[in-house]
C-alpha cells in the first residue's frame, strides 16, 4: 500500500467531497465539504489541507494548523492535526497510521517538537487510535470538551499497528 498526501484540485475536488465516515462517526470528524468551510473561516488558523490517496485512490482528508501562534482556546498549535478522517469504506487498512506518521515527519522537519491533537471524549471515538499511536492528554479540553493529545516528536512508531 502507498499512501499519498495529494493537493486537492479542480481535478479530484469532487472525488474527495464524497468521501465520508460511517453514519456512527459523524459526531467525530466534520464532512470534507465542512472541514474546507471551517478552513476558509478560519483562516488565522493557517490551515493546510489534502487528499488521503492509497495506491492511487482518494480514501481520506487530512487538516492542520500550520505553524500557527497558539491563541487558545480557539487556536491550537502550531502543530495541531486539526481534521483525519479515512473514508467508511477504507478504514481498518492502515491509512490513518500511515497518514499520522507522514505529518509527523513532515511537521519534525519543520522543526516541529509535537504535534497536538483533540477527541470527543465518547465511546466509539478515535481516542483509542490516537493512543495506540503515542499520543497522550495534556490534561487540558478545549471549549467543546474536546480532550487534546500531544505526540512528541521526533516520533519513531515501534511497527504497524494492529488493525
Same mark, same amino acid.
Given at each position: +500500500? ?5 493537493? %486537492? ?53 487530512? +487538516? ?10 480557539? %487556536? ?26 507522514? %505529518? ?24 483509542? #487510535?490516537?493512543?495506540?499511536?503515542? #499520543? ?12 487534546? +493529545? ?14
Amino acid at each position: +500500500m502507498v499512501v499519498v498526501l495529494r493537493e %486537492i484540485t479542480d481535478d479530484n475536488r469532487d472525488s474527495v467531497l464524497e468521501l465520508h465516515v460511517s453514519p456512527g462517526q459523524e459526531r467525530f470528524v466534520s464532512s470534507v465539504r465542512g472541514s474546507l468551510r471551517e478552513a476558509a473561516e478560519y483562516p488565522h488558523a493557517k490551515p493546510w489541507y489534502r487528499a488521503v490517496y492509497a495506491d492511487g485512490e482518494p480514501v481520506g482528508f487530512v +487538516m492542520l494548523s500550520w505553524n500557527v501562534e497558539p491563541r487558545p482556546p480557539e %487556536i491550537h498549535g502550531p502543530w495541531f492535526l486539526w481534521k483525519l478522517l479515512v473514508d467508511e469504506r477504507h478504514q481498518g487498512r492502515g491509512h490513518g497510521f500511515e497518514v499520522v506518521r507522514q %505529518i509527523a515527519e513532515l511537521v519534525a522537519a519543520e522543526g516541529a517538537t509535537e504535534l497536538l491533537t483533540s477527541y470527543v471524549p465518547e465511546d466509539g471515538g478515535p481516542a483509542g #487510535f490516537y493512543e495506540r499511536l503515542g #499520543f497522550v492528554p495534556t490534561g487540558e479540553s478545549d471549549p467543546d470538551g474536546e480532550v487534546l +493529545m500531544r505526540l512528541a516528536l521526533p516520533w519513531t512508531p515501534a511497527g504497524r499497528l494492529p488493525a
